[in-house]
């Protein structure tokens, strides 16, 4: 019983550890395309993050929600939450109206239409919401948090070493005694 456990618990250790990782390279990527090759918007197999930072489309975004963007979707419809850029910002919203090439866009929570914009003014379309996930970032880079969680590897890593070194010893003082 106590090996099944073991086995289980084993296993969700793994599949954290291949998703901490795949998070960490994605993270470097961005990091390398924003600051290396200044890319305007990095992204991961096409797909990009913004945070929200108003409630101009409420309830369907919150302030700190982040939505992820699809670079390639250029297929638009009327109902599609779209991000594009207006002078030096970023703004999130549903289309109300399609005619040709250009878009008639609208926050949920407003009550009157943006100025028009052309399909080229579209930075993607939002394929996902998630929910407040700004605040754990933020609790994340807080300084005595990382340090907390450094140190909290640091000793697992620790454990897990004199463990492997215990059963070393073990192995080695049961063949002297066979012997």
């Given at each position: 019983?106590?090996?099944?456990?073991?086995?289980?618990?084993?296993?969700?250790?793994?599949?954290?550890?291949?998703i901490l990782t795949l998070v960490f390279i994605a993270l470097f990527?961005?990091?390398i395309e924003k600051y290396?090759?200044?890319?305007?918007?990095?992204?991961?197999?096409?797909?990009?993050?913004?945070?929200?930072?108003?409630?101009?489309?409420?309830p369907a975004l919150l302030t700190n929600d982040i939505v992820l963007v699809d670079l390639k979707d250029d297929n638009y419809q009327v109902n599609?939450?779209?991000?594009?850029?207006?002078?030096?910002?970023?703004?999130?919203?549903?289309?109300i109206q399609i005619d040709n090439d250009k878009l008639i866009l609208r926050g949920d929570a407003n009550n009157s239409n943006d100025?028009?914009?052309?399909?080229?003014?579209?930075?993607?379309?939002?394929?996902?919401?998630?929910p407040?996930?700004?605040?754990?970032?933020?609790?994340?880079?807080?300084?005595?948090?990382?340090?907390?969680?450094?140190?909290?590897?640091?000793?697992y890593i620790t454990i897990k070493i004199l463990k492997v070194i215990e059963e070393k010893m073990n192995g080695k003082e049961e063949k002297i005694f066979k012997n």
């Open positions: 019983m106590i090996k099944v456990i073991d086995v289980i618990i084993n296993s969700i250790k793994n599949v954290i550890l291949v990527i961005l990091f290396l090759f200044k890319i305007e918007y990095p992204s991961v197999n096409g797909i990009t993050a913004f945070i929200v930072k108003t409630e101009s489309m409420y599609d939450i779209l991000s594009y850029k207006s002078e030096n910002y970023i703004i999130t919203h549903r289309v100025p028009a914009i052309e399909k080229n003014d579209v930075v993607g379309k939002v394929v996902r919401i998630v407040n996930l700004r605040i754990w970032i933020n609790v994340l880079k807080d300084i005595k948090v990382i340090i907390c969680i450094v140190i909290t590897m640091v000793l």
